[in-house]
């Protein structure tokens, strides 16, 4: 199966902007503009951000966006604030008719 | 607003088989618009899909687990269901089920889903 590569970390400061990368192995990401993002805290179910590599749900805050060059997709967060700490999952359909989730990225609001 | 609640043991033994419901409310599990998926994530760990299953039976597994892994549909009770055989240690997880949706005959994002249920593997 595909992989899709996310940095284990990352973290900023309040106020800050931070970019979490999603790079697939193969070219899948490249292929589609089928990448989405979740937001997950702790002992809770996943939170969709981002669907279709920019598109921001009703009730997402604007300070996420969403962009894809090449194999790599990206979430940015904007205006960094603490309730933004949490972990951040990148998914993509494949071109074997599945779909794969990054390794998933720990944002910490220092 | 769609709702999806998991349901099944919390306690499943090795080598046995697990089964679990996912219930949707708000909504017909027979629409044409949503498809529907299950999605796993062990403890500590990252987010695995299972597979993905449309009303009319048409499924999509995880190639990794596709020899295990069964997902029906039963539009009488607005359910989907997930069996997974052959238990282990490492089937250990918190279990999601999640509307698979997307404009078109594509489904290409998972929202909402439900809250997880915890399966453990131990004899």
């Known amino acids: 199966q595909s992989a899709l590569t996310q940095p284990a970390s990352v973290s900023g400061s309040p106020g800050q902007s931070i970019t979490i990368s999603c790079t697939a192995t193969s070219g899948d990401v490249g292929a589609y503009n089928y990448v989405s993002w979740y937001q997950q805290d702790p002992a809770k179910a996943p939170k969709l951000m981002i669907s279709?590599?920019?598109n921001r749900p009703s009730g997402v805050s604007n300070r996420f966006s969403g962009s894809k060059s090449g194999n790599t997709a990206s979430l940015t967060i904007s205006g960094l604030q603490t309730e933004d700490e949490a972990d951040y999952y990148c998914?993509?359909?494949?071109?074997?008719?599945?779909?794969?989730f990054g390794g998933g990225t720990k944002l910490t609001v220092l | 607003q769609l709702q999806l609640q998991e349901s099944g043991p919390g306690l499943v033994k090795p080598s046995e088989t697990l089964s679990l419901t996912c219930t949707v409310s708000g909504g017909s599990i027979s629409s044409s618009t949503y498809y529907w998926g299950w999605i796993r994530q062990p403890p500590g760990k990252g987010l695995e899909w299972i597979g993905t299953i449309y009303y009319s039976g048409n499924t999509y597994y995880n190639p990794s687990l596709k020899t295990r892994v069964t997902i029906s549909v039963d539009t009488s009770k607005n359910q989907f269901s997930l069996k997974l055989s052959s238990l282990t240690a490492a089937d250990t997880a918190v279990y999601y089920c999640?509307?698979?949706?997307?404009?078109?005959?594509?489904?290409?994002?998972?929202?909402?889903w439900g809250q997880g249920t915890l399966v453990t593997v131990s004899a």
């Open positions: 279709d590599v920019s």
């Open positions: 999640a509307t698979h949706r997307g404009d078109g005959d594509l489904p290409r994002w998972f929202d909402p």
């Open positions: 998914a993509s359909y494949t071109s074997s008719s599945t779909w794969v």
